[in-house]
């Protein structure tokens, strides 16, 4: 099993920047793959991006488009710990965000059920 606890959620400007983490503990070595997704009220969850490895690598990085370009992921595999630096943010940025683990397979790694492992969500709010 792994657990993932998000934090770093709150209430911004529009144009405004914010970083969201995401604590991996547990089973860690059984996932290949961490991603953010959204989930905006009365609309369905989102693939926002993802970050992949293997071996020693880093990581590999993709985007949704609606958030390339103003949204990275970066990780710190010392700590297992995955961030979204969230730039020039916009109102239609407004949602709950969930951090996902999992060994997804090609075709499934922008959709839910390629992860497996979700943390509980932390809350985005952008005023224009």
């Known amino acids: 099993q792994v657990q993932l606890v998000e934090s770093g959620g709150g209430s911004v400007q529009a144009g405004a920047s914010l970083r969201l983490s995401c604590a991996a503990s547990g089973s860690t070595s059984s996932t290949h793959a961490m991603a953010w997704f959204r989930q905006a009220p009365g609309k369905e969850r989102e693939f926002v991006g993802n970050?992949?490895?293997?071996?020693?690598?880093?990581?590999?990085?993709y985007y949704a488009a609606s958030v390339k370009g103003r949204f990275s992921i970066s990780r710190d595999r010392a700590t297992s710990t995955i961030y979204l630096q969230m730039n020039a943010l916009e109102a239609e940025d407004t949602a709950v965000y969930y951090c996902?683990?999992?060994?997804?397979?090609?075709?499934?790694?922008?959709?839910?059920?390629?992860?497996?492992?979700w943390g509980q969500g932390t809350q985005v709010t952008v005023s224009s």
């Open positions: 996902a683990a999992g060994r997804p397979i090609t075709s499934s790694m922008t959709t839910m059920g390629g992860y497996p492992y």
């Open positions: 970050i992949r490895w293997s071996g020693g690598s880093y990581g590999n990085t």
